[in-house]
């Protein structure tokens, strides 16, 4: 047995190294050039790199022949460690092509379009830090999502190569959520090798031998770093500094954390901090009932009174006070919050969950995969021609970035409430964001779109019935509605209750059953044109159910609704809830797998999905004339 872990260890090591060279293939070199500099790039260059004329020309030159509005330089003498960092970083063969690819490189220097600098507001500037330029990275590429590329620039020379902290401050700041533990993967490497070489000495010595050797092996052919530092990083690798890289960036950010607050950045945040906590504390102390409507008796959705009730959970994503109950109707099988949340209620507990204090996690968790997406983009039926497409409820414009590069031809336009949209007209991934409510926009929208999408957003609203109203009557003739929401009727739910991602308490107010909603659609002259459950199943169910686990055992303890502060036993009943929750992940994913076939057939599905085409109005032709 400790053979065959020595053995798969080392075999491992091989593997990864040259998954790690793969990942560099479409890394290509910029030809030389001497035309000058376009006007409309300009250039964002770290302290201490040296990016001469020739460099800048050869920049210039292939952003305008390959139609890149950023450009990642790379330098051919970048030292070898960030050679491995940029190989684990960036898939280059599909980098470009990715719009969700977050926005990742050497961190030396950038070419960008002016109109780009402009748009996101950031300074043209050559003293820019390594860390500052990482994260100009991340945000310039959702602002040029399908023309940021990377090429290696002749002349360009790298910075001095830091500490080992700052290298793993780096990799910190580039794993955005929710990918963040992935940067400190290294240390498991050195750990598997070094149990190895005491496990098996000659596998070991193998593996250990293959570690040292795999940067020099990913750089050949492709980077000319300096002997010196390749021996330094090999020699490192055979001491396993990894280890030491965590303490020692973890001692860097204390440190960085203490300066601030020292200085006026600081005070600004801790202010900052201050005024959100005592804002929020100041309305849980007025006490949270107020943030309830008067519980209902009868169905919202068809007025029987034959109401049962399903769960009572709190707020298990921000654990936000107070409780919250889903009844369900007997008769319609409709569920819905009772009470509902007041208008109070809704400001409070949509706060600093789409935008604010969660914008990070949540552009993590949207952006973690765009196969959802382009599902939703390809449910149109095949003789549908659609130009104009309105998707209500779009968050940041995730969906409409994927869908206009699978549509070309259509113009995507949002509807949103909150901050996220507006983001996502400036970034470019919508053409007009509508920042209201959506019955609010029947007059200015009539008529306008020829397909209107509500991917999770019925479900949130008040009166999904308005809703409705609003799109039959906004929609022409012949258009079409496309609504995906949670199934409520299905297993999941029945399962995980209270813990189940559908439920989302207490923004999901009402969950409407397959069948009510076809019928209320055809009620509006909505035909439905096609239903689809299994193609729509959202895998997850046990996994989300372990991090609202993970939630209620500790939340994050900087949060300001919390009745408590952020003391150093709350983080560290933090860090005790993730380490206990952190086996059961995988095995969830197992749970999650077996269930998938059973949930993927019939009407299991946690989710489902409803085409619908508007139908002609056929009135009778007047008396006396011809039908």
Request: hydrophobic share 45%; net charge positive; charged share 25%.
């Amino acid at each position: 047995m400790r053979r065959l872990f020595a053995m798969t260890t080392c075999a491992l090591v091989v593997a990864n190294g040259v998954r790690l060279r793969g990942r560099l293939k479409g890394l290509a070199r910029a030809d030389e050039s001497n035309d000058p500099v376009d006007g409309a790039h300009a250039f964002l260059v770290a302290a201490g790199v040296g990016l001469p004329e020739d460099a800048r020309r050869a920049a210039s030159a292939r952003a305008r022949r390959h139609g890149l509005d950023v450009l990642d330089l790379v330098p051919a003498d970048l030292p070898p460690e960030r050679v491995l960092d940029l190989a684990r970083l960036v898939d280059t063969s599909r980098y470009r092509a990715n719009r969700f690819a977050p926005g990742r490189g050497a961190g030396q220097a950038l070419l960008v379009a002016r109109e780009i600098l402009a748009r996101a507001n950031v300074e043209e500037r050559d003293d820019y830090s390594e860390l500052e330029l990482a994260r100009l990275t991340h945000r310039l590429k959702q602002y040029a999502p399908s023309t940021t590329d990377l090429a290696v620039m002749p002349g360009l020379t790298a910075a001095p190569g830091g500490g080992v902290a700052e290298r793993v401050q780096l990799r910190l700041a580039a794993y955005h959520h929710p990918y963040q533990s992935m940067a400190v993967l290294p240390v498991a490497r050195t750990a598997a090798v070094a149990a190895s070489c005491l496990a098996s000495p000659a596998w070991g010595l193998a593996a250990l031998a293959a570690t040292t050797a795999q940067p020099a092996a990913i750089a050949a052919g492709r980077f000319s770093p300096a002997a010196g530092d390749m021996i330094a990083l090999s020699a490192r690798r055979l001491v396993g500094w990894p280890a030491f890289a965590v303490l020692a960036a973890r001692a860097t950010a204390q440190k960085a954390v203490r300066a601030r607050r020292e200085g006026r950045e600081g005070a600004v945040a801790d202010s900052e901090e201050r005024r959100r906590r005592a804002l929020y504390q100041g309305e849980i102390a007025t006490g949270v009932a107020r943030m309830l409507d008067e519980r209902r008796e009868s169905c919202p959705w068809c007025g029987s009174v034959a109401l049962v009730p399903r769960a009572e959970t709190a707020d298990i994503t921000l654990r936000k006070p107070g409780r919250f109950r889903y009844d369900q109707c007997q008769d319609c099988q409709h569920v819905f919050l009772n009470p509902r949340l007041a208008p109070a209620g809704l400001d409070f507990y949509y706060r600093d969950f789409y935008d604010g204090l969660q914008t990070e996690q949540i552009e993590g968790m949207f952006a973690a995969s765009d196969l959802g997406y382009r599902a939703r983009a390809k449910l149109l039926p095949s003789e549908a021609r659609p130009t104009s497409w309105l998707d209500v409820g779009a968050g940041y414009g995730h969906f409409c970035l994927v869908a206009a590069g699978l549509l070309p031809d259509v113009t995507f336009d949002a509807v949103d409430m909150g901050h996220g949209i507006d983001e996502a007209e400036r970034r470019g991934w919508v053409g007009r964001a509508y920042r209201k409510m959506f019955p609010d926009l029947v007059d200015e929208i009539a008529g306008r779109y020829d397909v209107i999408s509500m991917f999770h957003y019925l479900e949130h609203t008040p009166d999904p019935r308005a809703e409705l109203d609003t799109a039959a009557e906004a929609l022409p003739a012949g258009g079409h509605l496309i609504i995906e929401v949670p199934h409520a009727q299905g297993p999941s739910f029945r399962l995980f209750r209270g813990f189940w991602v559908g439920l989302c308490p207490p923004q999901h107010l009402h969950l409407i059953s397959p069948d009510e909603l076809v019928r209320a659609l055809a009620e509006r002259g909505l035909r439905t044109v096609k239903i689809e459950f299994g193609p729509a199943h959202m895998f997850g169910d046990a996994v989300g159910a372990v991090f609202y686990l993970t939630q209620k055992l500790q939340p994050n303890p900087t949060l300001p609704w919390l009745p408590y502060e952020a003391t150093a036993w709350r983080r560290t009943r933090r860090l005790a809830a993730q380490t206990v929750a952190a086996p059961l992940f995988p095995l969830a994913a197992v749970v999650d797998a077996v269930m998938l076939p059973f949930l993927l057939t019939g009407r299991r599905s946690n989710v489902y999905r409803v085409v619908a085409r508007k139908e002609p109005v056929i009135r009778p032709a007047p008396r006396g004339e011809a039908a």
